[in-house]
């Protein structure tokens, strides 16, 4: 399960493209200097060099995502160290200047849907998961955040990518 930012943000993005929330803003940054390898929007929030979890690969199926239609992620990578509770991810969802999710969760509650508990080992890891993208995705820019860190704030990954809905 290497993926885990991107695995807990799917269900996320998916039901942030359901619902809209009351928002605050905050600026999410793109940065095309660090790719995650794969097929689907996402970098780096910076050098992943010191991540604890090494993505080998991202794909998303289809990319982009249709609305609609399922939405397949596939992921796999390797955890460099045993990943213990009290590790946290903050997840931020905008849609053009509106933010719909700004918020910091506790990740050992959050991978059960994505069918993993923490403790999470150190090493190898793929995911597999379907969601549903909803028919009625309002067209427009979307750009998402997933920051995830250690109990004691190191960073586990941390990854961005911007999703267009064409009208
Ligand atoms: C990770 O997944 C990709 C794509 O499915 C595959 O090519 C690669 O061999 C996998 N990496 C490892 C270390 O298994």
């Excluded at 695995?7 to 998916?14: R, S």
């Excluded at 397949?72 to 997840?91: C, P």
């Amino acid at each position: 399960m290497k993926l885990t930012s991107t695995l807990l943000l799917t269900p996320f993005l998916a039901s942030a493209l359901s619902l809209y929330s009351p928002s605050s803003s905050g600026v999410t940054t793109q940065n095309d200097a660090f790719p995650v390898p794969g097929s689907q929007p996402l970098t780096y929030c910076n050098d992943p060099k010191d991540y604890i979890l090494e993505v080998h690969n991202v794909d998303l199926i289809p990319n982009p995502p249709v609305p609609g239609e399922k939405l397949t992620i596939k992921a796999n990578g390797t955890f460099h160290e045993q990943i213990e509770e009290g590790a946290t991810v903050f997840l931020q969802v905008r849609y053009g200047l509106i933010t719909l999710i700004k918020q910091e969760a506790d990740m050992c509650e959050q991978l059960p849907k994505i069918d993993i508990e923490c403790p999470i080992n150190e090493g190898y890891m793929e995911i597999m998961k379907e969601v549903n993208i909803p028919r009625q995705v309002p067209p427009g820019k979307y750009t998402v955040l997933a920051d995830v860190k250690t109990k004691d704030k190191r960073a586990i990954t941390c990854m961005e990518a911007a999703i267009v809905f064409p009208r």
